[in-house]
């Protein structure tokens, strides 16, 4: 009787579905998505966007899930079984997967530390602490904005610059511990428990962009934010950075090449259709960042309103103070009309105001942030002018959290599922106690992240290795599915689990299309990141234009780090071909010397 | 006589006013900003508000230097504009040719400044005292900051859903071997079931054997 091992599985469709969903929609949906639109000329970055969606999101998201889900094993399995050349390809995943969980994680805790302190009245980076003699406020917070202090010395406590490591934060190091704890509980029985979290973490942002989306539009204005989102620049497509960053926006946000979607499908039934459930996912992965450009582009329009009129407001009452104006004369609306009148009535007087010249309301627009400059520094500004703004800012942080939560899950079944199925483990080694094991070692390593200067070593990982490594991966794999495995044999794959061949879209895609896309997107990342010294943007309140910040320059040995990052996920394609290819040359030659049998060694010389 | 009286009040009220001038050593410059801060519910600035200014620097003046009875009279006011800004200087109640120096007089209104504002109804921004820096309020510190509080309730909550998780597990694998000798045959006849009706969905389908079609073409 044969011993049947029991494959986890997806107690429902659903369940995967959620799950892939929210591995693909994650952070950069939200902070990423809306600032490219926004710089690439609002409605027109929609074009290059839709078409790398279309001719190189989709196809890959199906090759992989229909080949995880085709050799149910995770990414090491999977490859191991098309050709053991390509081993290394699985290796090159979960190293990826490994790096980006450190820092994403950390994140995360980032975002539970706001999280923690939106349950203060008045919200604490909405005003200045004082300073120590109590005359005044602090120096760095007045030079800067609340907000701005918050995050940089109340919450990272940044040193200026990326060789002065600092000291271990001790509130840092207790929410990045708080946020592996928080990823532990919800993947501590695999996907039996990851299934069921996803029902509230893949969901919720939506109820949260939702309520955000509804509010937002009632904001002061936050139409002049959406109709700067929105109104195309058609100029802009002429710009082949554009379409660069539109096709690597794409690959990034559908999460490809992590092992993680492969981890996932392979936990499916046989006979799923693959097809109609990667069209899903890509669609709705483009969907919401779609969605989420509303709300956000409302809130940021509405910011920028609020520093138009309290620009103006300073300026009124300089005017009103200098001429000794009835209080309230001059207002926001006829603003213009009046200092028209008094330069011309009055112009030794009126130029001896000092007015702020750069209250432009297009200029506030133009003020482009992405990253965690929108959700920490940008975005706690904006909810502080928001009544209630405590609610406000608690569901923001528990979206933010929930986004990144669910793509943890990937990212961290992309390292444990290829461990488990290559079966290295002990057999008496539950399965939690492993999960756990691996889970400290990893919080472990990212306490680097909890150091002063862990800002800008996440600032490092999330460049160099989310970005060049991914590439590489998804083009070996294009090539190891279409052309190792081969087309037919592929073709086959599908026919058993869908019950029809792929048609001529895909097969174009696959074997032309995408991997010539692929190619060329690479070439141009290298060649634009390799055109200019990395330098990185420091928080130095020393510096002489401060608050803006310093453009610091790589020292050279972060800068070795950075090539390591990018080359040791990747060394593995390589040097396990050339292992097995040896293995396999010896193996033959010794295979030709026994195979003789009329070679007797007993009377040779 | 009457014409010595009245030459007296004549020079006194305008040695008075030579006092108070804009940007007198002795006093300072007050800007109200009532539409800003009331919006539809300001008042008008007449000589019953001036009469409660003048009475309320006078109570702070009282406060801060104890035992001298300042009146509404020792605060004179000059210079009042459509702004509503007016200088002002305080004269000692003892000697109305004396004036209070420039520290006290701020001393008294910054010791007061809260009891001015709430007369008025503004606050430090909207009943401004030129070169008269407002104290800064210290926030208030908690003596246990919120978010441990919070991230003690967050963190107990998980840590006990990671126990409580862990010792099921442990339960359900005891229950698991224990219950195993007993289920066995159970188990083999069911196996012996499914592979008879043919039912592979669980198992490998392994292409190596079997031709490209998965049914035999008819």
Known sequence: ILEREERPKWDNKAQYLLTCIGFAVGLGNVWRFPYLCQIYGGGAFLIPYLIALVFEGLPLLYLELAIGQRLRLGSVGVWNSISPLLGGLGIASSIVSLLVSLFYNTILAWVLWYFFH????????????????????????????????????????????????????????????????????????????????????????????????????????????????????????????????????????????????????????????CERDAVLVGVINSATSLYASIPVFSILGFKANNAFLSCINENILALTNEFEMPDQNITVDNYDHWVNYLNQTYPDQFSKVPLNDGCDRQ?????????????????????????????????????????????????????????????????????????????????????????????????????????????????????????????????????????????????????????????????????????????????????????????????????????????????????????????????????????NPYNNYAFEG | MLDKILFLLCLASALADERCMPDTPHGFQVRLSIKTALGDEAYVWNENEMFLFRASLAFAMRNHMNGQQFEVSNIIVCNETM??????????????????????????????????????????????????????????????????????????????????????????????????PQDKDDDEETRVKTVENGDAHDGVHNMSFSEDERFTKM
Not at chain 1, 133 to 138: A, C, D, L
Not at chain 1, 201 to 208: G, W
Not at chain 1, 562 to 583: F, G, K, M, N, T
Request: glycine share 6%.
């Open chain 1, 118 to 273: 939106s349950f203060q009245n008045p919200l604490p980076w909405s005003s200045c602490p004082l300073n120590v003699n109590r005359t005044g406020y602090n120096v760095e917070c007045e030079k800067s904005t609340p907000v701005d202090y918050f995050w940089y010395r109340e919450t990272l406590n940044i040193t200026d610059d990326i060789e002065i490591s600092g000291s271990l934060q001790w509130w840092m190091v207790l929410c990045l511990v708080s946020a592996w704890f928080i990823v532990y509980i919800c993947a501590i029985k695999g996907i039996d428990s990851i299934g069921k979290a996803v029902y509230v973490t893949s969901t919720f942002p939506y109820l949260v962009l939702t309520i955000f989306l509804i509010y937002a539009l009632t904001l002061p204005g936050a139409t002049d934010g959406l109709v700067y989102l929105f109104t195309p620049e058609w100029s802009t497509l002429l710009n082949p950075q554009v379409w660069l960053d539109a096709a690597t926006q794409i690959f990034f946000s559908l999460s490809v090449a992590f092992g993680g979607l492969i981890a996932f499908s392979s936990y499916n039934t046989e006979r799923n259709n």
């Open chain 1, 363 to 595: 200029k506030f627009l133009d003020e482009s942030v992405s990253g965690t400059g929108l959700a920490f520094i940008a975005f706690t500004e904006a909810v502080i002018a928001m009544p209630g703004s405590q609610v406000w800012a608690i569901l923001f942080f528990v979206m933010l959290f929930s986004l990144g939560l669910s793509s943890m899950f990937g990212n961290m079944e992309g390292v444990l599922t290829p461990i488990r199925d290559l079966k290295v483990l002990p057999k008496w080694l539950p399965d939690e106690i492993f999960t756990a094991i691996v889970f400290i070692l990893c919080c472990a390593v990212a306490l680097i992240f909890a150091l002063g200067s862990g800002n800008y070593w996440v600032e490092v990982f999330n460049s160099y290795v989310g970005s060049v490594p991914l590439l590489i991966i998804a083009l070996f794999e294009l090539i190891g599915v279409i052309y190792i495995r081969g087309m037919k044999t592929f073709s086959d794959d599908i026919y058993f689990m869908t019950g029809r061949r792929p048609n001529i879209f895909w097969k174009a895609c696959w074997m032309v299309i995408s991997p010539l896309l692929l190619l060329v997107v690479f070439i141009f990342y290298v060649a634009v990141q390799a055109r200019k010294h990395p330098t990185y943007p420091a928080w130095n309140p020393d510096y002489v234009d401060f608050p803006k910040t310093e453009t610091k320059s790589y020292p050279d040995w972060v800068f070795a780090i950075i090539v390591l990052l990018c080359s040791v996920p990747v060394i593995p394609i390589p040097l396990v071909a050339i292992y097995r290819l040896i293995r396999r040359i010896m193996r033959r030659s010794s295979h030709h010397a026994d195979s």
């Open chain 2, 83 to 180: 702004r509503v800004s007016f200088w002002f200087i305080v004269t000692s109640p003892l000697d109305t040719s004396q004036l209070i120096d420039q520290e006290n007089v701020e001393a008294a209104i910054r010791q007061s400044r809260n009891r001015i504002n709430s007369a008025f109804l503004l606050t430090d921004k909207t009943l401004e005292f030129v070169d008269i820096l407002p104290t800064l309020a210290t926030l208030y510190t908690h003596p246990t900051p919120p978010w441990l509080i919070v991230f003690g309730v967050v963190m107990g909550a998980v840590g006990a859903g990671i126990i409580i998780m862990l010792v099921s597990s442990v339960v359900q694998k005891k229950r698991k071997t224990n219950g195993k």
